[in-house]
């Protein structure tokens, strides 16, 4: 926990009780004269872990005076945490200054795809006195970078893993007849290859979509207004609500609803507006 929050390096007994009262973060106010190393340096902290949970500092290091930021607790002991609701494994790592490798390391059923519910109870690890820079983790052959140096929940992860076969691409097409606008791209692989999570996120659909061709499909909602669909499934690994870390797997592929052979559709929208996911790759 931070001490000088009144810059004399003294911390009175009801902001002490305010903090412990806050419990997962501490808050401290910008004084004249402060950097974020500085900041950082006095919380135990690195830099990249106070920019994760401060929306204001992205691709920045300027702080201004008066400015409250919140900085992860290094003296938060380990543990255990609850999850709670809209959070991401990215997410609590961040706040308890880990890098997600050290949290998956705590919780390998969750290395392993296990989903994530609001309620559920993870392991929170003691952290070493030095702050690890993010690291990367191999995970099932993709590379996973923990995300509390940049906030965000890292870049895309093609969908299948080792096949990169596109059947048809997006835009206009012909299909039985009828000219359409595809919206996504078909990779080509063989039933039951898991699909993973291109992102972290929250699910938004997982059900049967025949009405509309998409058969078995599973819809990923993600923090900054992205969603992905995934489309023609055999089986949907993940249920309606449940928070996802990126590469779990939501689902096989499959051959369901309008579809001329084993394919994974892959629909990437940002706000809904429709975005080629080769674009993102
Ligand atoms: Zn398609």
Not at 6 to 27: E, K, Q
Not at 36 to 52: E, F
Not at 150 to 173: I, K, M, N
Not at 176 to 201: K, M, N, W
Request: hydrophobic share 40%.
């Amino acid at each position: 926990m931070l001490r000088g929050v009144s810059g004399t390096g003294r911390v009175c007994a009801a902001l002490l009780a305010l903090l412990v009262a806050t419990a997962d973060a501490s808050s401290y106010r910008v004084q004249p004269g402060d950097t974020l190393s500085g900041i950082a340096a006095r919380a135990g902290v690195s830099a990249a872990q106070i920019r994760a949970v401060n929306a204001r500092l992205r691709g920045t290091d300027q702080v201004q005076a008066g400015w409250v930021l919140t900085l992860p607790d290094r003296t938060l002991p380990a543990g255990t945490h609850t999850v709670k609701n809209g959070e991401n494994l990215s997410v609590i790592a961040a706040r308890y200054g880990l890098s997600l490798g050290a949290l998956l390391s705590a919780n390998p059923a969750y290395r392993d795809g296990k989903a994530l519910w609001t309620g559920a109870r993870l392991t929170i690890p003691g952290r070493s006195a030095a702050p690890a820079a993010a690291p990367a983790v191999r995970r099932g052959g993709a590379t996973v970078r923990a995300a509390s140096s940049s906030g965000s929940s890292g870049g895309w992860l093609w969908p299948v893993a080792g096949y990169h076969g596109v059947s048809s691409g997006y835009g206009p097409r012909v299909l039985d007849g009828v000219r359409e606008d595809h919206l996504g791209v078909d990779i080509v692989a063989p039933v039951g290859t898991p699909v993973r999570a291109a992102r972290s996120g929250r699910v938004l659909e997982s059900r049967p979509d025949f009405d509309r061709g998409w058969g078995w499909t599973v819809v990923l909602e993600h923090p900054d207004g992205w969603i992905t669909r995934y489309a023609h499934l055999s089986a949907n690994l993940v249920q309606k609500g449940e928070l996802v870390v990126r590469g779990q797997p939501v689902g096989r592929v499959g051959n369901t609803g309008r579809s001329t052979g084993p394919h994974l559709h892959f629909g990437t929208y940002l706000r809904w507006d429709p975005r080629d996911p080769l674009s993102l790759y």
